[in-house]
Structure formats: structure tokens, C-alpha cells
């Protein structure tokens, strides 16, 4: 093959090229290329991110599960931009074009846009006009009159007359000169770079009402006469905008010189012409090359690049959106269990009753039932007492409440249930319990093997008792798309979607460490090394043999093999087994080290477990060897302080207030507790127990200017707000974080109840906003939000 015979002769330059991954990689993270290096080297070899993260700290220079994450992407990136690269220098190569200008370009392109814009000239098209203007032989009159400003341009058009291939007059010729420069214009790579530098400093989007939606598009009035920096656009109002395009109900464009209303011509002309030194006059010549300027950027290059930015708008709008779901999905799965205990789970109802069910200290369903206490049937009495009777019978410790329909009823039952049995069960709790997902678990195939005998809705109550006792347990079971923590969800990549919110659950399920005696197979799946088949394999050796007493067991489970052990073993716990390590997060590999750090104290390795005195008068550099260093002996040490720590935090719940149970119950000024059930770029939704979330809206967070709400809030924070405004028939409610802020002190127009549209940060810090403005209450990801959470 060619290529293999380009690579010959340059097989240095390729080379250099490649190692440049790593060295590009470590300066966007700020560390040392070897750190970089090494890294690429365990992922090259099968190692997983959770298991480099927390096991290979000398060789990655201690990087965490976030730049690992970011190392991988982009290592991913740039081995396909060189794969690309090969293809692009293949088939200049081939056709005979590769010069050493072009070939030192190609190498030194740094992102796939510049390499395309290169190849451009050189990639395969079908027969463009002006391709059909050179086989007629046409090519040398356009560069005569690019180069001789002086030409007669009539006289010398008719010396390309050529009937036969369809240029039969003078006008012909020079149309057919104009699309040959026009082609070539739009080719040239580094005009292309001089005029995207231009329009990504000064271009504007402007989205427009589509003819005649006003009605049905309402939902996206606040776009209908909308113009913002394209540069400057924030993630959800990017997505928003382009859910109005595709659903018809907007037209958006990109405008390249705002402020130009004459709109006589486009500045990117003058960049044009200038980059091909054309100072033009008015002659014949000038004149001509006036319209193929204009022709060039208006048919050619401003479409390109109207696309192009606006799929760059889109890629980054999604990008940011997946790492909000993201950021929610892993506070959402680190909340804090409310531990082994055994639990009531209320799925609320009316017609069709609350779904009962009881799950142990261990998760195990005991009891069931259904029961109907609210209209039309309004067997309250007798519903008391099936739960006080259950509750006394199973010794249930907690109350797991969904948040669904007739949730506060149902969450007063629970009340009334606690006061009857608090002598029997003077602990009895009860906590609101988000139902996200519970109804895609209910439904799923993992349920019905699970319980193949049990109603679907006994399911779904069975999930929210679990998901109280331990969110990550329960909620791995789920698709995580299905939790609806996000923004604009359904209008991202599903599959860049899938992939960032799959590392989410690996990272959170690795950090937390799994029980290998208790965890349900989709748990165990997520642990780094392990896939669902290993998973079943597992669970089946467990359910054949009994439980595992020592970690080396693993290997003899059914197709799980060394590589796999290493990966997985340090995440997997065995409390009460043969080992007390098998119980901690250190790996198998490193048991000697512990076995030496206790021979040296004249300690059993179960001495040395949890003796923090000793432990913490240590030096992790007196057990540093060639195979352990300071990072891995240090890691140790805390470990054997605390083995088997939960990293989660303290379990809170917040309390909602008696008789606020609708929307309509809420009035302005009053201060409310709620659960934060998602954060966005804009602002955070909060639960206050009305079937519907307020937005605190990011100025309302804190006194102080904040360019990202996750600084502040995660889902799940238990928050108290301030009602600033409610509207009912709408359904929208408007909080501040700011309790000493009053609502009726701001009156807020109807035109003001939008975002800020501007997308200028310091505009915002200087322009005073109505509070209410600043609510979003007309931004159409509430009502997207409001249908996805029902």
C-alpha cells in the first residue's frame, strides 16, 4: 500500500507524532507527561479507571477518577484524529498532492476541524460546477483574471467559448471562471481559520418565530424574537432553541455582522478579500471579482459555517448537559443511606390504593399488601391498622414514603400510624422518598426475575423501602437515564449520555465498596473488572456454595480469571470472613505489606486493624519498597484506621410543612425545608412537597454572584427557601435561598418573568433584576422538567 511506503520514508515524524499524545494530554490536565504516559499504558493493558484511581497512585502521580475520566476521553479523541490523519495523508499521497508544506500542516493539525479544512482541497467531491468548469479548460482564465487586474475581461472570456461542454458565451465562461474561485476560495484552510476566528469573536444567533406557531409554539415564546452571542449562549438555552427548530416552532440563523442592518455586505468579505490581497476598485476586473467575493462568502462559506457553529453550539450545549446530569446522578447515588434496618415502603395511590411492601435489615421483601385509605374507598381506620399490625409483626425501624400522587396523604397515614404504635415501636420513622425510576425498575426484566410472582406496583413499592435503606444499591438497577436528573435529556447524544453516566455509577459504586456477601448482581456488575455475566456467576456461586469467607474465592467462580481479581477484589468487602482485611479497601496485593507493618509492632494483622493509636504514629515512608510507595503505604494506613469506611455522609431528611400540600397552599413568604431534587446551570429545583418543583433560581441562591450553582447546592441537600412567587394555573413556583428577601418588596412585571436573556455574566452583576425575573418562571425547561418528573 501506499501509506505503508509514505510511512517508510517518514516512519520518525509519525512516531513523534504519536507519543505527542501524551504530551499534548498532560499539558490540557496541568501535570507531568510520564504521569500521562504510564496512565495511557494501564488502560492500554485492561486496567479500569476506579481500579488506577485508587491502586496505581505511583504510577499516575496520584490523578483522580475525574482526570482519569478526562485522560481517557481525550486519549480516545486524538488516537481517532491520527487514525484520521492517516486516511487524509493516504489519499493525498495517492492522488500525487502530498508536498512537504502539506504534510508538515497535516501533522501539526491539532483538532479535526483543522485536519478537514486541510483535506478539503484534496477530498473526493461529486461534480461541482466548477469541476465541470475545469474539465472544459476554464481554470486558466480564472487565475488570468485574478492575477491581471488589468485584463479586458470580455475579450478574454470569449477565447474559453467552448459549446460543446456548455459554455457557449462569454457570460457562460466567466460564470463557470467565478464557481472554479468561488470552490477554491471556500477551500483554502487558513482563510477558513481567519474567518471562524472572526465569527466565533462576533457572530449572533437569532431565533425566530416560525409562521403562524405563536400559539402552538408557546412554550418557546421566549425565543421567538431572541438574539444572543454565539459564543456566550448557556447549555439549556442553546437546547431549548434547538428543540424549537426541530419541533418546528422556530428558525434560527447565524448572523455574522450584527449591527449591519444596511446588511450591503459582510465584513467576512473584506476578510476574504484581503487574505487574497484584493484591493479592488471599480474596473471590469474589480467588478467581476467583487461578485465572486460576494458569491464565495454568501453561497459558500456562510452556510459552512453556519452549520459548523451551530453543530459546535449544540456539541458543547450537550456536552455541558450530560455533565449536569452527571454531577446530579453521582450526588444523587452517594446520598446517605439511611442504613440496615428494616423498612415500610408506601407506593401512594388513590383509586388503585398505596402499594405496601417490607423488606428486612437486608433488603428481603417479607410482607405485603394494598390498602386503601383514601377516596373513593376511605378505609383510613382500617388502614392504620394493617400498618400498625405489619409494622409490630417485622419490627420495621423506618418509613419510606413515595413522592408521587397522594404522597402528603399518604405521608399523613404515616403520621397517624407512627402515633398509634409509638409505645410498641418508639424508633418508627418516616422519611419522603424520591419515586424517580422506581416505575422503570417495577416494569424491568431484573424485577420481574426478581420477583416473577409479585404485582408491578408491589415492585415499585418494594424499590422505594430499598432505595431508603441504600440509594446506590437500589437505584444501580436502574437505567440511570431513567432517574431524570438532568436537563434537556432527550435532546443529547443517548449515547454520550449512556457512556458519562455509566462512569458515574462505576466511580460512585468503587468509592463506596461493594458487600460481596449481600450485593444483588447489577451492584456487583458496576464493580471495576467485573461485567454482568461475571456478576450472575457470582451470585450463582454464592447461592450453590454459601457465602464467600475469604476474597482468593473469586477465582473460582466461573469465568472470572486473574485479570479480572485484580481489577475487582480491593472494591469487594467480606465482613466477618476469614481475612479482617477481606473486609477493608486493601487490595489483596498489598497484604504482605500489611503483614510486615504489623510483624514489625509484634502485632496480629487483626491487632493492627483499627488500632489508631498505633496505626496513627506511624510512618508510611519507614514501609516504603521498590513495589509500594509513599501514596499506596499512606493509603494503607487510613485504611487500617477506619477499614471499610462508608465515604457517604450523615443521613438527613428534611420535614415538610403540615397542611402544604398543594400548590395552591403556598403563599408568598413563607419559609419552607426541601429536598434539592436537581441542579442545573441556571438554578436548582427544590422539593417542598406539593407535587411540584420550585426553582431557586441561580441569583437567588446567595447574596453573592455565582457562575455555577453546583458550588453551592447537589441533589438531595436538604435546603430551607423562601416562596416568592406561585403561579398556579402554570404550576410554577418561584423560591429563594434568600430567607431575608420578601417577595411583595419586588413586583414583578409579566414581560420580566423570563431568564435573563443577555448571556452576559457582568451584565447580570451590574444590571438589578427583579427577584421575580430572575425566577425563570417562562423558561420551557420547567415544563419539560414537570412532565419528566411525573
Given at each position: 500500500?501506499?501509506i ?10 509519525f512516531?513523534?507524532m504519536t ?25 492500554d ?5 476506579p481500579?488506577?484511581a ?11 477518577d ?8 481525550r486519549?480516545?479523541?486524538?488516537r481517532d ?12 499521497d495517492?492522488?500525487?498532492k ?5 504534510q ?8 479535526k ?7 478539503l482541497?484534496y477530498?473526493?467531491?461529486?461534480r461541482?460546477?466548477?469541476r465541470?468548469?475545469?474539465e472544459a479548460g476554464?481554470?486558466?482564465l ?10 479586458d ?6 477565447k ?12 457562460l ?16 484552510a487558513?482563510?477558513?481559520q ?5 465569527l466565533?469573536?462576533?457572530s449572533v ?8 406557531k ?5 412554550k418557546?415564546?421566549?425565543y421567538?424574537?431572541h ?6 449562549i448557556?447549555?439549556?438555552r442553546a437546547l ?5 427548530r ?13 449591527g449591519?442592518?444596511?446588511k ?11 487574505h487574497f490581497?484584493?484591493?479592488l ?9 467583487k ?6 462568502w ?5 452556510l ?10 449544540r456539541e ?9 446530569f ?7 447515588l452517594?446520598?446517605a443511606p ?5 423498612t ?9 390504593g398505596?402499594k405496601v411492601?417490607i ?6 421483601l417479607?410482607?405485603?399488601a394494598?390498602?386503601f385509605?383514601?377516596a373513593?374507598?376511605?378505609q383510613w381506620d382500617?388502614s392504620?391498622?394493617t ?10 425501624e423506618?418509613?419510606a414514603?413515595?413522592n408521587g400522587?397522594?404522597s ?5 397515614l ?13 424508633r ?10 422506581a ?6 426484566e431484573l424485577?420481574a ?13 418494594v ?5 431508603l435503606?441504600?440509594p ?14 438532568g ?15 455509566e ?21 456487583l ?28 474465592q ?8 486473574p485479570?479480572?481479581?485484580?481489577q ?11 481475612n ?5 479497601s ?11 507493618i ?24 519507614e514501609?516504603i519498597?521498590?513495589?509500594?510507595g509513599?501514596?499506596?503505604?499512606t493509603?494503607?494506613l487510613a485504611?487500617?484506621?477506619k ?5 457517604r ?6 420535614t415538610?410543612?403540615?397542611g ?10 413563607m419559609i ?42 447537589k ?10 412567587e ?11 435561598m ?7 418588596d419586588k413586583?414583578?412585571p409579566?414581560?420580566?418573568q ?8 457582568s451584565?447580570?452583576?451590574r ?24
Amino acid at each position: 500500500m501506499i501509506i505503508r511506503t509514505f510511512y517508510s520514508r517518514h516512519d520518525h515524524t509519525f512516531m513523534q507524532m504519536t507519543r505527542n499524545i501524551a504530551q499534548i494530554i498532560a499539558q490540557e490536565l496541568n501535570v507531568r507527561e510520564q504521569q500521562v504516559s504510564s496512565t495511557i499504558s494501564l488502560l492500554d493493558d485492561g486496567a479500569t479507571v476506579p481500579f488506577v484511581a485508587r491502586y496505581r497512585k505511583e504510577a499516575t502521580g496520584g490523578l483522580d477518577d475525574t482526570q482519569l475520566r478526562t485522560l481517557n476521553s481525550r486519549l480516545s479523541y486524538l488516537r481517532d484524529l491520527n487514525d484520521r490523519r492517516e486516511v487524509i495523508i493516504s489519499s493525498i499521497d495517492t492522488q500525487g498532492k502530498l508536498t512537504p508544506e502539506l504534510q508538515r500542516a497535516l501533522f501539526e493539525a491539532d483538532s479535526k476541524t483543522r485536519l478537514e479544512d486541510l483535506y478539503l482541497p484534496y477530498k473526493p467531491k461529486r461534480r461541482t460546477k466548477g469541476r465541470i468548469a475545469i474539465e472544459a479548460g476554464i481554470e486558466p482564465l480564472a487565475d488570468h483574471l485574478l492575477n491581471n487586474r488589468n485584463a479586458d475581461i470580455e475579450p478574454e472570456a470569449a477565447k474559453y467559448i467552448k459549446a460543446e461542454a456548455g459554455f457557449a458565451d462569454s457570460k457562460l465562461v466567466l460564470d463557470g471562471a467565478r464557481f472554479i474561485l468561488m470552490e477554491r476560495f471556500a477551500e483554502d484552510a487558513a482563510l477558513l481559520q481567519k474567518v471562524r476566528q472572526h465569527l466565533s469573536q462576533n457572530s449572533v444567533l437569532e431565533s425566530r418565530m416560525a409562521k403562524g406557531k405563536e400559539k402552538e409554539g408557546a412554550k418557546f415564546r421566549d425565543y421567538f424574537e431572541h438574539t444572543e452571542k454565539l459564543s456566550k449562549i448557556p447549555s439549556h438555552r442553546a437546547l431549548a432553541m434547538l428543540r424549537g427548530r426541530n419541533e418546528g416552532m422556530l428558525s434560527l440563523s447565524m448572523n455574522a455582522d450584527p449591527g449591519n442592518e444596511s446588511k450591503q455586505g459582510s465584513y467576512c468579505e473584506v476578510i476574504i478579500a484581503e487574505h487574497f490581497k484584493l484591493n479592488l476598485g471599480t474596473g471590469g476586473v474589480d467588478s467581476w471579482l467583487k461578485t465572486v467575493v460576494t458569491a464565495s462568502w454568501r453561497i459558500k462559506i456562510a452556510l459552512q459555517m453556519e452549520t459548523e457553529f451551530i453543530a459546535k453550539m449544540r456539541e458543547h450545549a450537550e456536552s455541558e448537559a450530560i455533565n449536569v446530569f452527571a454531577r446530579n446522578l453521582g450526588d444523587l447515588l452517594m446520598a446517605a443511606p439511611a442504613g440496615a434496618k428494616a423498612t415500610l415502603g408506601l407506593d401512594p395511590g388513590l383509586r388503585s390504593g398505596v402499594k405496601v411492601a417490607i423488606v428486612n435489615n437486608t433488603g428481603k421483601l417479607v410482607a405485603h399488601a394494598t390498602i386503601f385509605p383514601h377516596a373513593p374507598q376511605k378505609q383510613w381506620d382500617k388502614s392504620v391498622r394493617t400498618l400498625a399490625n405489619l409494622a409490630k409483626m417485622h419490627k420495621v425501624e423506618l418509613i419510606a414514603v413515595g413522592n408521587g400522587t397522594a404522597s402528603r396523604e399518604t405521608d399523613k397515614l404515616a403520621a397517624e400510624l407512627i402515633a398509634s404504635v409509638k409505645t410498641e415501636l418508639p424508633r418508627l420513622t418516616k422519611i419522603m422518598v424520591s419515586e424517580a425510576g422506581a416505575s422503570v425498575y417495577s416494569a424491568s426484566e431484573l424485577a420481574a426475575n426478581e420477583f416473577p410472582d409479585l404485582d408491578v406496583s408491589i415492585r415499585g413499592a418494594v424499590s422505594i423501602a430499598r432505595r431508603l435503606q441504600d440509594p446506590l444499591a437500589e437505584l444501580v438497577k436502574i437505567e440511570p437515564k431513567s432517574i431524570g436528573v438532568g436537563q434537556y435529556q432527550h435532546d443529547v447524544s443517548q449515547s454520550q449520555l449512556s457512556l458519562s453516566l455509566e462512569g458515574v455509577v462505576e466511580d460512585c459504586v468503587n468509592i463506596v465498596g461493594v458487600d460481596l456477601n449481600m450485593a444483588s448482581a447489577p451492584l456487583l456488575a458496576q464493580v471495576a473488572g467485573l461485567n454482568k455475566t461475571l456478576a450472575r456467576n457470582i451470585v450463582n456461586y454464592r447461592d450453590e456454595n454459601g457465602q464467600f469467607t475469604q476474597r482468593k474465592q473469586l477465582l473460582k467462580v466461573a469465568r472470572l480469571g486473574p485479570k479480572a481479581y485484580e481489577q475487582a477484589a480491593g472494591f469487594l468487602r467480606i465482613f466477618s470472613g476469614d481475612n479482617p482485611l477481606d473486609a477493608s479497601s486493601v487490595h489483596p496485593e498489598a497484604y504482605s505489606l500489611v503483614e510486615t507493618i504489623a510483624k514489625a509492632k509484634g502485632l496480629a494483622v487483626a491487632a493492627l486493624v483499627g488500632n489508631t493509636e498505633l496505626l496513627r504514629s506511624l510512618s508510611a515512608a519507614e514501609f516504603i519498597t521498590d513495589r509500594f510507595g509513599l501514596p499506596t503505604v499512606t493509603d494503607i494506613l487510613a485504611e487500617l484506621d477506619k477499614p471499610g469506611r462508608d465515604p457517604r455522609g450523615e443521613f438527613k431528611t428534611a420535614t415538610f410543612m403540615e397542611g402544604v400540600e398543594k400548590v395552591n397552599h403556598l403563599k408568598p413568604d413563607m419559609i419552607l425545608e426541601g429536598v434539592v431534587t436537581n441542579v442545573t446551570n441556571f438554578g436548582a429545583f427544590v422539593d417542598v412537597g406539593v407535587h411540584q418543583d420550585g426553582l431557586v433560581h441561580i441569583s437567588s441562591l446567595t447574596d453573592k454572584f455565582v457562575s455555577d450553582p453546583h458550588t453551592l447546592v447537589k441533589a438531595g441537600d436538604v435546603v430551607k427557601v423562601k416562596v416568592m412567587e406561585i403561579d398556579v394555573e402554570r404550576k410554577r413556583i418561584a423560591l429563594t435561598m434568600r430567607l431575608d428577601e420578601k417577595a411583595a418588596d419586588k413586583p414583578a412585571p409579566r414581560a420580566a418573568q423570563r431568564p435573563n436573556l443577555a448571556g452576559n455574566k457582568s451584565n447580570q452583576q451590574r444590571k438589578p433584576q427583579p427577584k421575580q425575573a430572575n425566577a425563570a418562571m417562562g423558561n420551557a425547561f420547567a415544563d419539560a422538567f414537570s412532565k419528566l418528573k411525573k
